[in-house]
């Protein structure tokens, strides 16, 4: 398997569920990133991962938690999500920002 | 700070029309610069990229060339097809990351 993939593709959750998204890319990439993309809004930058340490969190509320166990997996971990919440979370990796970034295909996330 | 500012969508197309799309950007520094595009439900696809002033970048039968005189990449394609219906985003490298565009949604008709 090549590439950046992403699971769940769809989820919906309650705002007391405890869940979380996984990306894992075959790149042999060294930065992660996780975006949010809300309908009609920007792409939002939420965290980035350097050779597994985070450089970048762009005040991200608390109840989304990362975690970059080594240079290949990342996790977001989600906890009493609010309404708002719901939207598409890609992961994409990099192994030099100037050369552009490879996309997951997304997780949607819907919270009820 | 550094910036990209792209025509607000959606774009409405026929069939074998000509494509513009507008991109500028505000940077300081030589970024390198990006198209990207976003079929529905999927993630975002490098189209195209050029890494220096009066390079052109293509791919699929899109082009852009970055013109620093202007701080612009504009994405051109001489005949779209329905298949081309998406989302465009353009991007520049800054600060050990990329800056995005709002994006532009193009949608061809038959």
């Known amino acids: 398997e090549t590439g950046v993939t992403q699971t769940p593709r769809h989820l919906v959750m309650g705002m007391t569920n405890k869940k979380s998204l996984k990306c894992e890319q075959h790149?042999?990439?060294?930065?992660m990133y996780w975006y949010k993309q809300s309908a009609k809004k920007p792409l939002e930058l939420m965290f980035v991962?350097?050779?597994?340490?985070?450089?970048e969190n762009n005040s991200v509320p608390s109840r989304f938690s990362p975690e970059c166990p080594n240079s290949s997996h990342l996790f977001l971990h989600l906890h009493t999500l609010q309404p708002e919440d719901s939207a598409l979370y890609l992961c994409?990796?990099?192994?030099?920002?100037?050369?552009?970034?490879?996309f997951g295909s997304g997780t949607r996330l819907t919270v009820v | 700070g550094d910036s990209v500012t792209q025509m607000e969508g959606p774009v409405t197309l026929s069939e074998e029309a000509f494509l513009t799309i507008n991109c500028t950007y505000t940077?300081?520094?030589?970024?390198?610069l990006f198209w990207y595009v976003q079929y529905p439900g999927e993630g975002l696809q490098l189209l195209l990229k050029?890494?220096?002033a009066d390079d052109k970048g293509s791919n699929k039968g899109f082009e852009a060339t970055y013109r620093k005189e202007t701080t612009s990449f504009h994405l051109e394609k001489g005949s779209v097809q329905v298949s081309d219906s998406a989302v465009y985003f353009c991007?520049?490298?800054?600060?050990?990351?990329?800056?995005w565009g709002a994006g532009t949604k193009l949608i061809i008709k038959p």
């Open positions: 994409a990796s990099s192994q030099d920002y100037r050369a552009g970034y490879t």
């Open positions: 790149l042999g990439h060294n930065a």
């Open positions: 991962y350097s050779l597994e340490e985070r450089v």
């Open positions: 940077a300081t520094g030589y970024p390198s």
């Open positions: 050029a890494t220096k």
């Open positions: 991007a520049l490298s800054a600060n050990y990351q990329l800056i």
